[in-house]
């Protein structure tokens, strides 16, 4: 079946083994500090290097409970704070391949089209020098949440937050091989509760020498439940010191994405006039979630109804793909994600020089990158 090789870091030359299904990796550079979780279905833990033994017991992903009873493949959590602001329409999520694919099938052309159908916002380009695929974060993820670090809401953001809403139907998501979509028993769906009333979680994130919430013990299991609360208060703030004009019973914006039904968020975003309405900002910890039931990464094959293609094929060189999340032109990365199949018999996978749980750009990010996962 071959080796799953899957690293992790601050950038694609920055790159440490991942221990998948097992515990997050920390980030921290100077644009994002925070943790990366990648589970895939299927994998081979035994084919890891030992876990480091600093990282807390209580840190682990279990990823067994994670996948039980639902169609995903794989998935790939992001939770953290960007350390400047940026802006919703210049915050994208990229799927590269830095050795060409080639001999792609003839029906190639209607799966580009079919994704941009799906999502207006896809760039695809299969004829450049490293071929991508990538789309607005806002458009892309299946799921999205943030919170208050220390907690410390605002009136405002309290305000959204106890806003009664509906609850979204048991399908929210239109399936799309990109992002990928679950149509499972563990659906997504149902009343939310804002994540800003847990107890305090068992990992923390450092900064100017205070300690602050950064992971949910549920996303642990769950993963991320959508909630844009909080971004949909930030942008009531924005509009009304725009001047523009909001609803007078509940305080709406003219235009906003709605708090908790993925696929109308998703619609709305489509717009970048409407993503620029958001700014991700340095005093919020933001949860994303991309996950899919189509792409199995432990053959490199995508299983579709009907029908299951091998992706090894196209790829005559290395079977390499990339995942980052980075500026719209591709030349601020804020971390990256390689995902290697190696041949069985190469015993090399995991020779990199490392501890084990992922790196940073330099010696003092590693340090941040350690205490950001102390438990409290």
Not at 49 to 65: D, F, G
Request: overall charge negative; aromatic content about 10%.
């Amino acid at each position: 079946m071959g080796l799953l090789k899957v690293t992790a870091g601050s950038s694609f030359s920055d790159l440490a083994p991942v221990q998948v299904n097992r515990y997050p990796v920390p980030i921290n550079n100077d644009l994002f500090e925070g943790i990366l979780i990648v589970r895939i279905n299927g994998f081979d833990e035994s084919t890891l290097p030992p876990p480091p033994s600093h990282i807390p017991h209580n840190m682990a992903l279990h990823a067994e409970e994670y996948f039980k009873d639902r169609s995903r493949q794989f998935s790939f959590q992001v939770e953290g704070r960007f350390k400047q602001k940026v802006n919703g329409d210049d915050l994208f999520w990229d799927i590269s391949f830095p050795y060409p694919l080639q001999g792609l099938p003839f029906f190639t052309p209607m799966v580009v089209k079919g994704l941009q159908y799906l999502d207006p916002a896809t760039e695809v380009d299969f004829y450049a020098k490293e071929q991508y695929v990538r789309s607005s974060v806002l458009t892309i993820m299946n799921a999205i949440n943030a919170w208050k670090p220390t907690g410390g809401l605002t009136t405002d953001e309290q305000a959204v937050i106890d806003e009664d809403f509906l609850s979204p139907p048991s399908a929210t998501t239109s399936r799309t091989s990109v992002s990928g979509e679950d149509d499972d028993a563990h659906s997504d769906a149902g009343s939310i509760a804002s994540t800003n009333g847990l107890p305090a979680p068992p990992s923390v994130i450092t900064r100017n020498g205070s300690s602050e919430r950064i992971l949910h013990p549920e996303t642990l299991q769950n993963g991320v439940q959508e909630d844009m609360a909080l971004i949909i208060s930030s942008m009531r703030r924005a509009s009304l010191s725009a001047g523009e004009p909001t609803s007078p019973t509940s305080g709406k914006a003219k235009v906003e994405p709605p708090r908790s039904d993925v696929a109308k968020r998703r619609k709305f975003f489509l717009a970048a006039e409407n993503r620029k309405l958001v700014n991700f900002s340095p005093d919020v910890i933001y949860g994303f979630e991309s996950f899919n039931p189509n792409m199995c990464f432990t053959d490199f094959t995508a299983k579709l109804p009907g029908l299951s293609i091998d992706v090894k094929k196209y790829f005559p060189v290395k079977r390499i793909v990339r995942v980052r999340m980075c500026s719209k032109d591709g030349k601020t990365t804020y971390f990256g994600m390689e995902i290697e199949l190696l041949p069985s018999e190469d015993g090399s996978a995991w020779s990199l020089a490392t501890d084990g749980v992922g790196s940073s750009s330099t010696s003092g990010s590693k340090k941040g990158s350690r205490e950001s996962l102390k438990s409290t």
